[in-house]
Each structure stands twice: as structure tokens, then as C-alpha cells.
């Protein structure tokens, strides 16, 4: 089966720093995405993780426990353009498809 | 990065008529690229999974004979919605998978589908 939770919303401030977590139940799992979608926009990559660990890329980092079916996104140095709505994604099964979450929106605030 | 173009990014028809959408992988080749339709404040959701050179997987509940898929090359599909009615208005968004990028999905800029 498929099933992913996450905080539909969340809010912080400027220069702050943000946690997004995310639950899954995924069959055959093999790997966690993290997507950020900006309002009338499509999504845009930001990370993957496969393996248990913090994976760090600038601002961002993705976090994932197979053993919990749980990854969670930090975002640092929060800006203001970091307001939207963050997906989070997993695949798993034989096909390549990513069952997605509701998304977490994100308000920025200065 | 990876970069998917999607085409039109709007549209606007008549009840009945069909609508063609593009997506074409520019920088990479994509054996398999996907469907999502998107509602607002909704999520994505899958509509079908489409392989060049094979017809497509399509989600249950997705209608094959409405949302018509082709995927004629390795950098192009199309998605044509038959018949369309105002309950297909719509966020339809494409991806493409780059098996040389752990397989990450890539994203088009979408197409917003308003059938009168």
C-alpha cells in the first residue's frame, strides 16, 4: 500500500529554521523525494534519499529512517521566497511512479 | 538541472472538443515520463505512467479512451484529453525520469486546462 502524512501547514519566520516531516507506508520502498511547488507552478527537485541518513545541499538537508518510514526536510536561513508548498514523495513497487503527499505550506514570515 | 518543457502552459475549449499536451524532455532521454493532475490545494495525482515504444499504464480510475498517451520518442510524450468537459479543468502536469539521475523525476511547468 501507499500512504504518506505530512503537515498541511506550517509557518516560521525569516532567517529561522524549519523542520517538515513526513511519514510513509510504502510497499517495496525505494526512495524518498523532496519537491518544493510554488503557487500555479509545477514542482521543483530538491532532494533524494535512499539510504538512512542526512543528506545536505545548501540551505537544505533531507533526513530519512527506513527502519521508521520517516524522512523530514530542514530548511536553514529561512527567506521569504521560501514560502510553498513542499511535497514530499515516494517511490516504491516495481514501477518507477512517486506517490505524493498532500504537501506542507509553508508560510514565511518576516 | 534537468529540464522538461511543457506545452501549451494554457488552454481554453469548448465542451467537446480535444485538447493535445506536450512534454518533451530537452536535455535527457526519458524511457518512461508520467501524467499527474492537479486540483487546487490538492496533491499530485498519478494519472498514468507512460513508456516510449509501449502503451501506457494507466491509474485506476483514469479512463485510457478520455486521457489518449503516446510516447513516440524518447524525448517526447503526448497526452490528449477526448472529449473534454469543464470537470477536466484541470492542472495537468508532466514528468520525465532520468535514469542517469537515480532516476529523479523532472517536472514541466504545466498546463492549466479550462474547458468551457
Known amino acids: 500500500g501507499q500512504n504518506i502524512d505530512q503537515p498541511t501547514e506550517m509557518t516560521a519566520t525569516e532567517g529561522a529554521i524549519v523542520q517538515i516531516n513526513c511519514t510513509y507506508q510504502?510497499?517495496?520502498?525505494?526512495?524518498l523525494f523532496w519537491y518544493q511547488q510554488h503557487a500555479g507552478e509545477a514542482p521543483t527537485f530538491l532532494s533524494y534519499?535512499?539510504?538512512?541518513g542526512l543528506e545536505e545541499k545548501g540551505r537544505f538537508s533531507s533526513f530519512l529512517s527506513r527502519s521508521k518510514g520517516y524522512s523530514y526536510l530542514l530548511l536553514k536561513e529561512l527567506q521569504m521566497k521560501d514560502s510553498a508548498s513542499y511535497l514530499c514523495a515516494a517511490r516504491g513497487g516495481s514501477g518507477y511512479a512517486l506517490n505524493f503527499g498532500k504537501g506542507t505550506s509553508l508560510l514565511v514570515t518576516p | 538541472g534537468a529540464v522538461v518543457s511543457q506545452h501549451p502552459s494554457r488552454v481554453i475549449c469548448k465542451s467537446g472538443t480535444s485538447v493535445k499536451i506536450e512534454c518533451r524532455s530537452l536535455d535527457f532521454q526519458a524511457t518512461t515520463m508520467f501524467w499527474y493532475r492537479q486540483f487546487p490545494k490538492q496533491s499530485l495525482m498519478l494519472m498514468a505512467t507512460?513508456?516510449?515504444?509501449?502503451?501506457?499504464?494507466?491509474e485506476q480510475g483514469v479512463e485510457k479512451d478520455k486521457f489518449l498517451i503516446n510516447h513516440a520518442s524518447l524525448t517526447l510524450s503526448t497526452l490528449t484529453v477526448t472529449s473534454a468537459h469543464p470537470e477536466d479543468s484541470s492542472f495537468y502536469i508532466c514528468?520525465?525520469?532520468?535514469?542517469?539521475?537515480?532516476?529523479?523525476?523532472?517536472f514541466g511547468p504545466g498546463t492549466r486546462l479550462t474547458v468551457l
Open positions: 510504502t510497499s517495496g520502498f525505494n526512495g
Open positions: 534519499n535512499v539510504l538512512d
Open positions: 507512460s513508456n516510449e515504444g509501449s502503451k501506457a499504464t494507466y
Open positions: 514528468s520525465a525520469r532520468d535514469q542517469g539521475r537515480v532516476g529523479t523525476q523532472y
